[in-house]
């Protein structure tokens, strides 16, 4: 059985994940092949599809790129994550619009209109006051693609929003209700094929956000069963092969979804809880091919 790894041209950032799946990969006679995603693994020609790109009864995506995700499955790839799974997980506004209607707790959400004009009039402007009296203040305003916490800001007066939004309203963004009982920490809930394999804390004293900069610390943590039940809820409807769910802290500690990463790392977690991930998504790899 042969594999491929493709990774964005950041390697850096997943050079331990990339080392751990070689070694146990290995272990169970499966060699894998990485690949950077560079801009030369596909092109259409014509009307004809190219992959630059060996066989493989897998491929192992750790990039966000959909359109070479969709282009690799159309070649017949088998991806670990698949692309609408990719694209639900980056879009952090698709995310919320799928899990609503299913009794999965987020923070209020207010997508924001899209602006396509040259210049940005005070009539553009005017939402914002519906911003505010529905979310309140301070509030969450946040890139709808981002990660390790960059482009999540908040928002304490109008005057913020509107400068904040000025500078980003060409990009998808969306706005949110401030969590406050979960100021600087998240729990970090993993998932491999539906079930979970462990958890820990992440604590930032310095910042509202639990997972940025470098105050942000993780620690271990014993998963309560009402943070058990909800993980397990969105594992199953969303039918989860690799993910790291990020759980807020509500009222009464209740479960409050923050996002789901289909790409997580996972250094930290082994480090700290022990569990040989690595090893299991390999296993899962083995028994989803097998039971196709």
């Known amino acids: 059985m042969r594999g491929l790894i493709i990774t964005n041209q950041e390697i850096g950032h997943n050079k331990y994940k ?3 799946f070689k070694e146990e990969f290995t272990k169970r006679d499966i060699s894998l092949d990485v690949f ?23 491929v192992i995506y750790l990039d966000k790129d959909i359109y070479l ?14 692309a609408n799974f990719v694209k639900l997980c980056d879009d952090k506004m698709l995310t919320n619009i799928y899990c609503s209607n299913m009794e999965i707790r987020m923070p209020k959400t207010i997508a924001a209109p899209l602006f396509y004009s040259i210049e940005l009039k ?3 402007l005017t939402f914002l006051d519906n911003v505010i009296n529905e979310l309140k203040l301070p509030l969450v305003l946040k890139k709808v693609y981002g990660s390790l916490g960059t482009g999540v800001f908040l928002i304490n007066t ?8 000025s500078e980003l309203c060409r990009e998808p963004i969306q706005f949110q209700e ?22 820990f804390m992440r604590v930032n004293k310095d910042d509202f956000r639990s997972n940025f900069g470098k105050t942000a610390k993780s620690e271990k943590f014993e998963i309560p069963e009402q943070f058990t039940r909800f993980a397990s809820k969105i594992a199953k409807n969303f039918q989860i092969k690799y993910a790291g769910i990020d759980v807020l802290f509500g009222e009464n500690n209740e479960p409050i979804l923050c996002e789901i ?12 809880t022990g569990v040989n991930v690595a090893a299991k998504f390999a296993d899962m790899v083995i028994r989803n091919l097998k039971n196709e």
Do not use: H, M, W
């Open 178 to 199: 401030y969590i406050k009982t979960s100021y600087g920490k998240s729990v970090r809930v993993l998932i491999i094929d539906q079930q979970i394999v462990g958890a």
């Open 122 to 124: 005070q009539d553009n």
């Open 69 to 82: 995700a969709r282009e690799l499955e159309l070649a017949g790839y088998k991806l670990f994550n698949d």
């Open 18 to 20: 990339i080392d751990r």
């Open 261 to 272: 990463n289909s790409n997580a790392f996972f250094e930290e977690f082994e480090k700290i």
């Open 158 to 165: 109008k005057e913020e929003l509107v400068q904040k939004y």
């Open 36 to 58: 950077i995603n560079n801009g030369t693994l596909a092109k259409i020609d014509n009307d004809k599809l190219c992959i630059n790109l060996p066989k493989a009864d897998f």
